[in-house]
């Protein structure tokens, strides 16, 4: 009988490697294509919209606000939308289809359940047919007039305006216009997408599509839910890969059922992750040097911040009540050689203050402090603070 052949062992010093390559934080993978970095990384976070402008520019030759303008409201190439874990993410346009067909439709369900039912308790008698003839009529103002915001649909529909209650009698109570409600779960179905902002580029507040008049094809033709699966988990594994079973379930919040059915339809392959089990897509098996040193100030909730549950080979634990929040939203941090070493935050004059956790040598503090001047530069006069700051950001303001 012959012996079982070891797992491939790919240690720390390699996965802050692939990290640092894979996830453009180093000088030589760097570049101005927003859409492939943007593929490169899977999605970026758009919970927070500064998030988005941020997270690209870190990963630019020429760090600038317009390429990703362009591409989202005039080419049109990237598109918002909601999926895995109920986040807003900005996806490449297959992306997207992937990751509606894998993981939107979970999150789908309970969005129309809370409706209807909201629907029911404000007395309309028959809510999933409100509904229905609601989102047609909406589509159909969005294709004649749009995009618009959802006050502009509301003047134009004030029959769809009814106020529902949502939240029973928890501390998110809340009294809403049905129609804003209606195209948030239209969101979820992909029949309209987010335009361009009400405001500036840190604006949440976004304009309303009708999806296949903002790009063509919409979200696309609806996929297989396991080749959709597996196409989704492909794409993780190049950009996060080695991860753990714990990691992509994290990330897309399936089952371990469908967690373990999409690793076994991409053929991962098992490594060992110094004693853990780690999956490789298995063309990717090769070993991955040392990279170029490469430092990085990334914002809040930026995908390698977020990319794994398992943080310890790039996250020193103890830095964890420091650099996250209470509910796990990881704020600004500050990148060296593929591992997070401190933070920083933007103080109302401007200022890009950093504070380092750990001693990263003089010539790589000089690094992050050229990078803090750059990112002040191409704030300009924006001054934002982030959706969901980490205690550090406070320390660093108060400071």
């Known amino acids: 009988m012959l012996a079982a052949v070891p797992a491939r062992r790919v240690d720390v010093a390699e996965r802050r490697a692939r990290l640092a390559a894979r996830q453009r934080l180093t000088p030589a993978r760097r570049n101005d294509d927003v859409v492939a970095m943007t593929d490169d990384l899977v999605a970026l976070h758009a919970t927070d919209p500064v998030t988005v402008y941020l997270s690209a520019a870190a ?38 289809r992937l990751a509606h ?40 103002t969005l294709i004649e007039n749009g995009p618009l915001t959802g006050r502009e649909v509301g003047q134009r ?68 839910r396991r080749s959709a699966a597996a196409g989704l ?9 080695p991860v753990t079973k714990a990691d992509l379930q994290w990330w897309t919040r399936w089952t371990v059922a469908t967690t373990t059915r999409a690793l076994a339809d991409v053929d991962a392959v098992e490594v060992d992750l110094d004693g853990a089990t780690g999956f490789l897509l298995p063309d990717d098996l ?43 939203n990881g704020g600004p941090t500050a990148w ?14 401007g200022t890009v203050v950093l504070r380092l956790l750990v001693d990263v040598g003089a010539e790589n503090r000089v690094a992050l402090e050229r990078a803090a001047y750059e990112l002040e530069r191409l704030l300009g006069d924006v001054r934002f603070t982030p959706r969901f700051p980490a205690p550090l950001q406070a320390e660093l303001l108060d400071a």
């Open 157 to 224: 529909l004030p029959e769809l305006t009814l106020p529902l209650h949502l939240g029973g009698t928890s501390r998110f109570a809340a009294t809403i216009a049905a129609h804003t409600r209606v195209l948030l779960v239209m969101g979820f179905e992909g029949r309209v997408l987010r335009a361009r902002p009400t405001g500036s580029w840190i604006n949440g507040q976004y304009r309303w599509a009708a999806a296949h008049a903002w790009v063509p094809g919409g979200i696309g033709e609806p996929l297989d």
């Open 233 to 241: 988990a492909r794409r993780c594994l190049r950009a996060f890969g």
């Open 101 to 140: 067909c894998a993981a939107t439709v979970d999150v789908l369900p309970p969005q129309r359940r809370q409706l209807l039912t909201a629907l029911t308790e404000a007395g309309v008698a028959d809510p999933e047919r409100w509904y229905d003839e609601a989102a047609e009529v909406i589509c159909a």
């Open 286 to 328: 090769e070993p991955v040097p040392a990279p170029e040193p490469g430092v990085a100030l990334l914002p809040g909730l930026d995908p390698s911040t977020m990319g794994w549950k398992q943080r310890e080979f790039y996250l020193d634990p103890a830095h964890v009540p420091v650099l996250f929040d209470r509910n796990g």
């Open 336 to 349: 060296v050689d593929g591992r997070i070493v401190g933070g920083w935050a933007q103080r109302r004059d």
């Open 59 to 96: 990963r630019m030759r020429t760090p600038a606000l317009g390429p990703l303008d362009a591409a989202l409201y005039e080419d049109r190439t990237l598109l918002r939308h909601h999926a895995m874990r109920r986040t807003l993410w900005v996806f490449g346009r297959e992306t997207a």
